[in-house]
């Protein structure tokens, strides 16, 4: 069932997941789209989350997102500087200005980084982990995930998990997605994009999220605000139907549909390098969990089992 419209404003939207926003050239969105959108999600009973440019949207497009209850997502470079101190999501694409930033407990913040860009520049997330609430850590590059990177992708968590491991000492219960999701999920949470989510963009298509609007090599639309939803094959995108994903336990996994149909070709099926990520992440999470236990109780009735495979494929083939 559906839950979340994502309206993206312009062409030029932030991407605050793992596909690229390529486009330099500004394409607002027509007012009168954007009225029907949210008109639309009032009649579905649709949270509504809205990708900004960095340039100043006008004001008349401000009153109408005002008058209705949304969720603000812009980077951390937009030009309107109140959204920006206001926004509920504010996204970086690099870490080269964090050290400047103004960070706050009230917002939540997504990082786009590569594994190398992560790997080499921890460091420069501890200093902001005492004053923000939740970080959100997308890597842009997981296709290129080679196996040679899980070692040092799982020591630069652990090194991560040592600093949130303090954190939760000094009382400060900090969420960073691909270490703490794990251990407060007791099912999938997933993206759910074409189930739960989709979104509406400047040319007033719907589509099963961003990505697919973006990414001309995998663009297709699902509908359109004036005639409604058309999704071919709905079940595809429920977990029910995804056969690899409905027994895993990695319940932080995104199991991003975009990269999935990037990959495999199918929206249900993720690849080797998606699955594989987000099993050391989980077993890094379990590794925090101890850690955490050792300052004192937590989470008694949680526990994340020992696997001895990072590929749930390979579980398959041995049954």
């Given at each position: 069932m559906l839950k979340y419209l994502i309206v993206q404003?312009?062409?030029?939207?932030?991407?605050?997941?793992?596909?690229?926003?390529?486009?330099?050239?500004?394409?607002?969105i027509p007012l009168d789209t954007l009225k029907e959108a949210i008109f639309w999600s009032m009649k579905e009973n649709l949270t509504l989350q809205f990708l900004y440019p960095d340039y100043v949207i006008p004001?008349?497009?401000?009153?109408?997102?005002?008058?209705?209850?949304?969720?603000?997502?812009?980077?951390?470079?937009?030009?309107?500087?109140?959204?920006?101190?206001?926004?509920?999501?504010?996204?970086?694409?690099?870490?080269?200005?964090?050290?400047?930033?103004?960070?706050?407990?009230?917002?939540s913040y997504v990082f786009r980084l590569t594994l190398s860009e992560l790997r080499d520049n921890t460091q420069m997330l501890y200093s902001i982990l005492p004053k923000v609430d939740r970080i959100n850590i997308v890597l842009i590059d997981v296709l290129s995930f080679k196996d040679d990177d899980k070692s040092s992708y799982f020591e630069c968590l652990s090194s991560l998990s040592d600093k949130i491991a303090n954190e939760y000492k000094d009382g400060h219960s900090i969420q960073v997605n691909l270490l703490t999701d794990r251990m407060l999920l007791d099912s999938m949470n997933n993206c759910n994009a074409?189930?739960?989510?989709?979104?509406?963009?400047?040319?007033?298509?719907?589509?099963?999220?961003?990505?697919?609007?973006?990414?001309?090599?995998?663009?297709?639309?699902?509908?359109?605000?004036?005639?409604?939803?058309?999704?071919?094959?709905?079940?595809l995108y429920k977990l029910d139907f995804a056969p690899i994903c409905r027994i895993c336990d990695t319940y932080q996994c995104r199991r991003c549909i975009w990269m999935n149909k990037k990959s495999t070709l199918e929206v249900n099926t993720p690849s080797r390098e998606q699955c594989v990520v987000a099993h050391i992440e989980r077993n890094a999470s379990r590794k925090l969990l101890k850690k955490i236990r050792e300052i004192g109780t937590f989470l008694p009735e949680k526990e994340i089992e020992h696997i001895d495979y990072l590929d749930p494929f390979e579980k398959l083939l041995l049954r």
């Open positions: 404003l312009d062409d030029t939207s932030v991407s605050f997941c793992h596909y690229e926003n390529d486009r330099t050239k500004a394409n607002l004001e008349e497009y401000k009153s109408e997102i005002a008058k209705t209850f949304h969720a603000d997502i812009v980077s951390s470079t937009c030009e309107d500087e109140n959204l920006r101190k206001t926004a509920d999501v504010v996204v970086f694409d690099s870490l080269a200005s964090i050290k400047f930033f103004p960070f706050n407990k009230e917002q074409g189930d739960e989510t989709i979104a509406l963009c400047p040319d007033g298509n719907f589509y099963v999220c961003p990505a697919f609007y973006c990414d001309d090599d995998v663009r297709f639309n699902i509908g359109n605000i004036t005639d409604g939803l058309v999704v071919k094959n709905p079940q």
